[in-house]
């Protein structure tokens, strides 16, 4: 969790954040809330919900649209995507990123 340094790194020059991992305390809808100005956001959606088809579609379709609001996102998992998420399943992933994604 860098939260608390944001300001800091934003002073130093700092344009862009990765990872935004959830589970360590990264809230991507309110770092593109606060930061979103400053800083270009990139990952965010919760790798722990990739091999759940529909856990994960509904958090891509809650998160995407609000991180990619004036540019500034890019998309990707917070973290290592699971190997027990199956090709068709990431397949599908990657096509909603590119429905949900597109600017």
Do not use: C
């Amino acid at each position: 969790d860098v939260n608390p340094f944001i300001p800091e790194f934003i002073k130093i020059g700092v344009d862009a954040l990765n990872p935004l991992e959830v589970k360590a305390g990264m809230d991507p809808i309110f770092l593109k809330q606060k930061y979103g100005k400053d800083l270009v956001l990139h990952g965010g959606v919760n790798a722990v919900l990739w091999d759940k088809p529909e856990q994960i579609k509904a958090e891509m379709e809650r998160v995407i649209p609000i991180l990619k609001e004036n540019g500034g996102y890019i998309f990707s998992s917070d973290h290592s995507v699971p190997d027990s998420v199956s090709l068709n399943d990431f397949r599908a992933i990657i096509n909603l990123a590119k429905e949900l994604g597109t600017y």
